[in-house]
């Protein structure tokens, strides 16, 4: 059975990879691209890297053109998927690719998005290690599902393990972001061109302003911390389209071996397609998770400065959206899991 | 049925991209991987970007490493695959990545690389046009194959359709190539370090010298060149890891129309699945092709310079390489030819 | 003497470039910056990397704030300094980095740029050979002067020699350029955002629609073209803030021995402190140039395409734009040319 | 007077800076280059952005030839320095850019680096706050210095204020870099290819092995921590040539206020003319130091997450090498400090 599927915000950097990955999907067809300002257009106009999708025009985003669909993918600004998705009818899937409908608790979206808060999603990472067992339990069926921030998702992959195990104090994480600028989308602003970026590395939300914060919080909170994480979480824009290397650390709990802390988190992915724990002593790069849906970790115990250091490479619009958005769709219509999905970078 | 391979030279640039292609190929199952000083190790610490195939383990690149395959495909730097595959039974298929079997004539053999000549084999650039019609029909039921140069395939792509018309001149072209480092390999050499290539443009084998010359006269004379073409060829590496921009130009010849010149590219490539004459006024950017084994022309008639301007993009590890040699060995074994390759670019 | 100095525009990238150089200047101070949208702010909070004039902030562009200094350098976007220099004194030394000064023909500035014509003032090119002599001879007192285009400027010292000295055919010259995004300016343009030219090479203005063509026509003019040239003109926009490549390529005349060519480029830079020939078989790097006031050009000549291939690399906010204004406002008030310049890059 | 100089380790990345600088600075005058295997070279040759010093030549890294001048600087590689400098008078002034002077302790030396010790130099950052005043005071008059490592003076001159005031606890830091590749030297080895670093994000050292460690805890340590400091510590290499951006935080040492921390910042760098706090919420870049001598720090107080972070920048090749020999030349030769170096950053 091929099932039909509409993406909305098909002309942005999030859109264009839902796009460029369900071309590939065997069976996903996208009947529908819709658009805001470039409504109209042809969409190889937009996305000339869509070479096998240029048949498709862009058509305004309304409830009516994304209706009659069996999926609908929404890579919207955040704040403009939740009063739309209200109008798609309950048997459609729709996943979210937009920070609306992913966190549980309303006082943290008035704090760091505001504006109408449309209530959490199913949320879409499913190697997630929680309380209940991995987070993919909870997709299987669903038909409303939040894609995850992409910043969020690799330190919540990166720092779960330990929480889940209760080898690391979630009291004491750091987390420093290398991402390329793709994170930022099409945003015409002064510190996304070019000229600012190339050459330079550049901090932005620092000190604790990120609005991935209360999505990674809430993520360890379901990997079983007792008391809410907290978390130094700074991001750097560096000169690279794609990608995310991210340094998570955490205070090492006292006693704890370096096997015990190496079994945590070989125990949580041993079995997962997409996320991969590397051996001791290899780190990932993001070159090697370039356009596909896979997790590198790397992890290692520092014993002189008592933390742990893990370090997790991701494609930001792959497995930190789009892959993830298409990973949680499989699984919620069961169907295999890894379908349209790629396990291997392009690399260099 | 699926095919048997061995991959020689896999721990380098273009043999690991070939792996990349191969992995996702629903006709090809790798079988052997070889090296030379990386022999003993496992792919995935050489290659950390192919892991779904972390099973495999580099052997020595020897004849009988390489014997009882259908297919061989071999990427050792020049010089290096002449004599190894005459070890090869005539039945297999053997795609040769290097520039040893490329041209057809000794002397130029002997001009731009030396050493002993082992003969052309069918040229693997399936879309050229010639005076007999397309490459392609050469390339069915070959089972001696030599991939294009990356350079060179795209300036002859560039160019043989106005040669092939009669509506440039041959004698007057120029091209001017923005090239990535990877085409370079793994080689160990000052001009290849990071801190020579990033936040500059740096030019070599300017003035005439640079080896995949005679590829592309050779190239211009299978178009239909009456006489050889002579090509002022300047490659620019560019702090990009991957791709080439091709600026191509010829002199127009006198009271040739803007329409017959658009007509002569729109005939020689409406029909290909990857290679892509863009309307009038567009022109294509490497990364729309990144990953992807397509080549996308732009096309411009200068009037007031006489000059007909093409700008070419592909990626050289693909459409320049490994992607040109696995879309060789589909039409050489009779499969569709647009197998385990995608048309679709990695961007931004 | 100290000479007290305006800049207009300065919160953009030749502004600020126009600082940082005037802030090393021994005889320049900087008394007034102005802007348009940032008027009112500290020039610091604008341009972070001028710590030595955080004491300035940022007033209006008007002829008021303008006036009352010995020397105006202006960088406002093209169209706009015409009218607005009209109003400063006739003994201020003004020098224009826009283009609206540039042209001699109002009907090039109707076809390329459109808008009031205001005339043309002294080139800013010392360098440049021409029928009378270099174009510093024309500097000398001068009090009105357009700063050159930075591709123009590039690829005229690139040429120039060779049509002064008669042995290339101006007719048959084809220029391709590796550009940095600052050359755009810090316009906010989708094609301008980080994430599309990284990893990527992006063409624009191709088929002969370059605004610097006139101006390269017009130098080329002065150098001695008998006939008005013809230029083949394709920048290509390559992941680097700064920096121009240009591979500039001629037919060579007939006859015309190599050492007469090499003779010709010798003979126009020998004395020049900025414009340096490489020795035969030397090509630079834009890396070179980062930061310089200098031009590198290397040189070759390709016997079997019958070319004169020029390689020539510039900073384009320096060399290309403040570097050459300063250079020239130096020798407009007698003062040592170098000044304030640097002749050696920052590289790596 | 002029100082006559020598520069070892010329065709280095670290020579070639020193280099740049000293072609600028109005009391030194270089006289003698020296190499390894590109003695007998033309300096241009090696180092073609360096055109003011195109009459020098390079000759063996001898102490014959090193000595009979004023100034040595040695920027030779780890372990070479050591014996070499043995052989120099007492009388003159030899900067080491190695590391082999630089700790106290021996232990430290042969733990981390290993080989023969030859004892710590004075440390050559002017600004770093100590228990006895700053560390300017021991320079003046020196005679062996020891130019500080670039990650290590980043990291320094980020936490020393804090751990000097009694603000942040020393430990429980933790350092994320961002580093260009430059600060790997002319190393030829396979992960400093432009193909392995162009789009990604690469980790080294991860877990607690970077050589810069012990440098860092040294220099907590005169900055006042009463036991030593652990840190942790990962540097990250990111696609520029220069620049560091070290992500430095702290647990924020209970009941502090954050004005207190900022008073911290400000009382320690409040004179320096190369050291500057932003004002609140504003964070630097490496593009704003390029090429200066400046570092740039920012400061957040993230209360949620109850540590300090600090955002600082450098250029890696000057105030984290070849600048800082300069300046603490300069104070060790009773000159103007700020002699042949600048504050502002090429940028873009």
Known sequence: MVFSVAVAGASGYAGGELLRL???????????????????QRLINVQPSLRSLAHLTLVDTTPENLSGHDVVFVALPHGKSGELTTHLPAETLVVDCGADHRLENSDDWAAFYGGDYFGAWTYGVPELPTQHGKQRKRLVGARRIAAPGC???????ALAPGIHAGVI?????????????SGAGKSLKLPNLAAEILGSANPYAVGGTHRHI????QSLRWAGSTTDATISFTPVIVPMSRGILATATARLVPGTSAAA???AWESAYA???????LPEGHFPRTADVLGANTALIGLAVDEAAGRVVTITAIDNLVKGTAGAAIQSANIALGLTETLGLTMNGVAP
């Open 22 to 40: 369900l071309a590939g999907h065997p069976e996903f067809e996208v009947r529908t691209v819709t658009a805001h300002s470039n409504a109209g």
């Open 151 to 157: 910043n969020a998702s690799t330190v919540a992959l």
């Open 169 to 181: 104090d979630a009291q004491d994480l750091v987390a420093v972001l290398a991402v390329g600028p």
């Open 214 to 217: 209360p999505e990674i919080v």
């Open 261 to 263: 802390v190496r079994e």
């Open 271 to 277: 079995d997962e397609p997409f996320v991969h724990l």
